[in-house]
């Protein structure tokens, strides 16, 4: 199992400037579980774009991209279901981009063993069955995971989606840097690494 960590550390002040222009894509039903702080983990395997290599957790800090990909509902566990009826007739429309929040990336896991995915069940919404099609996804059979500490900014900001936003990729550039400065932790710091110690401890058990 490879395994990193970032350098920063979410007891320190970050070494990063506070304006920031990527953006990761993930479901709009996950990015609303990070903001409520009802997980912490990112579960990728990587997009049809990103080529051979697969997805790779090359960014330590960014903003989250959320998208509305039809099949989300399904794929997520009955109180996520129920959360998703909810929050979906506030969706924006398909033109309009909506940022709300940020994320620093404090621990990363590549899972090579489904056992290791299923450790982690209880600290995220995905349903079982769709962690382990994308872990059998394409040529080969991992899956990575990163635990995130997750930031709210002051107010949300609403842009133009851009065409090239589109396409099936993590990590999209915006068009402009993001101030993100004032942005607030979801999580108190002690909630968080109560998280971050369970998904660490998750995966030490094997």
């Known amino acids: 199992m490879a395994h990193g960590r970032s350098p920063l550390d979410p007891c320190q002040s970050s070494p990063y400037s506070p304006l920031v222009r990527t953006a990761f894509k993930e479901w709009a039903i996950v990015v609303d579980a990070l903001g409520r702080g009802d997980q912490i983990l990112i579960l990728r395997k990587g997009g049809i774009a990103e080529g051979r290599g697969g997805f790779q957790a090359e960014h330590p800090r960014f903003l989250f991209f959320p998208t509305l990909f039809h099949q989300q509902r399904e794929s997520v566990l009955p109180a996520a279901q129920a959360r998703y009826d909810e929050v979906a007739p506030h969706f924006p429309p ?3 981009l909506r940022l709300e929040l940020c994320a620093e990336v404090v621990a990363w896991r590549k899972l ?3 056992a290791a995915v299923e450790r982690l069940r209880g600290q995220h919404i995905w349903r079982d069955d769709v962690l382990a099609q994308r872990f059998e996804w394409g040529q080969t059979q991992n899956i990575f995971a990163l635990a995130v500490r997750v930031s709210r900014l002051p107010r949300h900001l609403e842009l133009p989606m851009l065409p090239s936003y ?3 990729k993590s990590w999209i550039e915006l ?16 909630s968080f690494q109560t998280r971050r110690h369970q998904f660490e401890s998750a995966l030490a058990a094997g």
């Open 94 to 96: 398909p033109e309009v």
């Open 112 to 114: 090579d063993s489904l």
């Open 166 to 168: 589109g396409g099936c």
């Open 175 to 190: 068009a402009h840097e993001i101030p993100t400065d004032d942005a607030q932790p979801v999580l108190s710091e002690r």
